[in-house]
């Protein structure tokens, strides 16, 4: 895989017929995002947030343009492969957490890992290691009608973080908690890219989108602004500022 782009879009379109009307979900939308990046997409209600995410989280697909994921685009790959990379190689995260309600945290977070068919002693390091990550391993046993809103999405980051994927695609993670608990929750985003993981965030909410290095603007299911404008925002998110991919590898191509 090229550490260059891990994500390209090239005038990915996504069209919906509504009877008479056809709506552009995406609207020729052309991005990339290096390995190690963190982003942010904003955008209103309606403007194509969550259809963005789906393609790039190969829940879905384009009707036009192409997605290209690692270097390659998206219909080269199996559907085998497909499957590994929407179970291990990316982390999904969502406003409504979408834990399994009779199952404890340490459970909801072992899940994955047993479709992946990981010996139990694998899943048990894994699954402490995460929740320890998310400090919640003291309360593993909890239910999440048991827990806090941050606490349950916390329990899903984790869940996220035990299959050790490459990419964490967040669909709106603080859209159902208050602004101290959404920080905490931003606090591990930042905790992950340092960790060099690619993240892509998105959210209505201008304080959580100008924490990332870089925020996409998009409205009408076209991306406004796909420029560095303020690669911090109030909060240094690794490396250094002169260097907006922190020294990781993805620096190749800055370099040229
Ligand atoms: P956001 O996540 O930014 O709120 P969405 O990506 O969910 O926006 O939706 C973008 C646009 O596409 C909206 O106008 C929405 O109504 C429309 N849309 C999304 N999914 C469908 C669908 N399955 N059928 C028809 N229209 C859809
Ligand atoms: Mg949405």
Request: glycine content about 8%; hydrophobic content about 35%; aromatic content about 6%.
């Amino acid at each position: 895989m090229t550490q260059e782009a891990m994500i390209v879009f090239d005038n990915v379109s996504k069209i919906y017929q509504m009877g008479e009307e056809t709506l552009y979900a995406l609207d020729h939308v052309s991005l990339q995002i290096r390995t190690g990046e963190f982003v942010s997409v904003i955008g209103p209600s309606g403007s194509g947030k969550s259809t963005l995410m789906n393609i790039m989280g190969c829940l879905d697909t384009a009707d036009e343009g192409q997605y290209l994921l690692g270097g390659l685009p998206i219909e080269q790959y199996s559907e085998d492969e497909l499957a590994k990379i929407r179970n291990r190689k990316i982390g999904f995260i969502f406003q409504s957490f979408n834990l399994i309600g009779d199952l404890s945290a340490e459970e909801n977070v072992e899940l994955p890992l047993i479709y992946q068919r990981l010996p139990v002693r694998e899943r048990r390091e894994r699954v402490q290691a995460a929740l320890e990550k998310v400090d919640l391993y003291n309360r593993r046993s909890h239910r999440p009608n048991q827990l806090s809103g941050g606490q349950q999405q916390r329990v899903a980051i984790a869940r996220a973080m035990a299959s050790h994927p490459d990419i964490f695609l967040a669909d709106e993670p603080t859209g159902n908690l208050d602004s101290h608990t959404s920080m905490q929750i931003m606090e591990l985003f930042h905790e992950l890219h340092e960790a060099g993981h690619t993240i892509v965030l998105i959210t209505h909410d201008e304080n959580v989108a100008r924490q990332a290095q870089r925020r996409i603007r998009i409205r009408d299911g076209k991306v406004e602004e796909a420029a560095t404008s303020d690669p911090y925002g109030d909060r240094p998110a690794g490396g250094n500022a002169s260097d907006p991919y922190g020294g990781r590898p993805a620096d190749e191509e800055a370099a040229r």
